[in-house]
């Protein structure tokens, strides 16, 4: 059986697409990837926002560059990405207010902007859902009656929502590019991490039970054998016991024959 520490070893060489592999479908693996402590949980999670970012950004600009209505108007791509953006956030009546602001500002670094703005505001966002997250995790496991630390916990939401924002990203590129739309996504969303945790944790009670009873066999199957150990440790101690009072015994006769004898002498 392999130690702590080995275990370790092989979960800090695990690659990146790795443990992304392993947050989706072996949730089984969340408490020994939650073991590598916040520090490497974290870096996975900026990891993660950085590849969704990217991708993100990407599609802002593609559907911006081919999006015929902005061709009629004969914008330039940086208007364009700041037209979307702000049509985005559901600012309809400032829009006309705030894009000449916004296009002054930005300018030619748009697509260096655009990727900053995305990657900020995804990860605190991400981050709140974590928070949030492991705070579902703390009631499950008081429920469940399942003592965990609420750093394991918190690594382990990190794991837990990687399936949630692979999904979202997914929906955010399908929504933006074909105006598909999801109807509750984000209660969907929300549950899918939520599920993925829980079977975490369950999975943890159910392994510790799993080793009380292994525990608990190995006892009962040895117990025959420590019952006969400690018989043959008591055997030697008895028998000498035993050997003593004998020799205690022989000791008292030979005694009492040496006094019947000094008695007979002086009678003579």
């Known amino acids: 059986m392999k130690n702590n520490e080995t275990l370790r070893e092989e979960y800090l060489k695990l690659n990146f697409f790795k443990k992304i592999w392993y947050s989706i479908v072996k949730f089984e693996k969340y408490p020994e990837m939650s073991a590598l402590g916040v520090k490497q949980a974290l870096i996975y999670f900026t990891k993660l926002i950085l590849i969704f970012s990217i991708i993100y950004s990407i599609t802002y600009l593609y559907y911006a560059y081919n999006n015929t209505e902005y061709n009629e108007k004969n914008l330039k791509l940086s208007e364009r ?44 966002t991400s981050l709140l859902d974590v928070f949030t997250l492991s705070l579902f995790g703390l009631i499950t496991c ?26 979202r990203t997914i929906y955010f590129v399908v929504n933006l590019l074909t105006s598909f739309e999801i109807k509750y996504f984000d209660v969907m969303y929300v549950a899918i991490s939520y ?21 608990m066999k190995i006892i009962e199957e040895n117990k025959d054998k420590i019952e006969d150990t400690l018989a043959n440790l008591k055997k030697p101690k008895e028998e000498n016991k035993e050997e003593e009072e004998k ?22």
């Open 195 to 215: 599920i993925s945790l829980v079977a975490a944790i369950f999975i943890i009670k159910s392994n510790v039970i799993k080793q009380h009873l292994e525990l």
């Open 81 to 124: 990405v700041v037209e979307i953006m702000l049509a985005k956030t559901n600012q309809n009546e400032n829009i006309s207010k705030n894009i000449e602001l916004v296009k002054q500002e930005v300018g030619n670094s748009i697509i260096i902007s655009l990727f900053l703005g995305i990657f900020v505001g995804l990860f605190l």
């Open 247 to 268: 020799d205690e015994r022989e000791d008292e006769d030979e005694a009492k024959g040496e006094e019947g004898a000094e008695g007979q002498g002086s009678n003579a």
């Open 142 to 167: 008081f429920m469940a009656k399942i003592k965990m630390n609420y750093k394991a916990i918190f690594n382990m939401s990190i794991f837990a929502l990687t399936l949630s924002m692979l999904l």
